[in-house]
């Protein structure tokens, strides 16, 4: 638990405003850093991808009709 490997985060900067999000999505990238452990984040916000510097990919709701 001291030092994990993965870090799971769900919608980590959701309903934040701009600041405290970039915020919160630095921090992350800085404790995945520090730690060296992967990080596995479901998002809405493009800057969670962008301040870990990831790979991202994009799932889309597909069409119902």
């Known amino acids: 638990v001291l030092e994990p490997e993965l870090l799971v985060v769900d919608d980590p900067t959701e ?6 999000a970039d915020e919160i999505a630095d921090q992350l990238a800085t404790a995945a850093r520090e730690l ?30």
Do not use: K
């Open 15 to 20: 309903d934040l405003d701009p600041g405290a």
């Open 36 to 65: 060296g452990a992967a990080v596995l984040a479901a998002s809405n916000d493009f800057r969670v991808s962008a301040a870990l510097r990831a790979r991202t990919v994009l799932l889309a709701h597909p069409d119902p009709t």
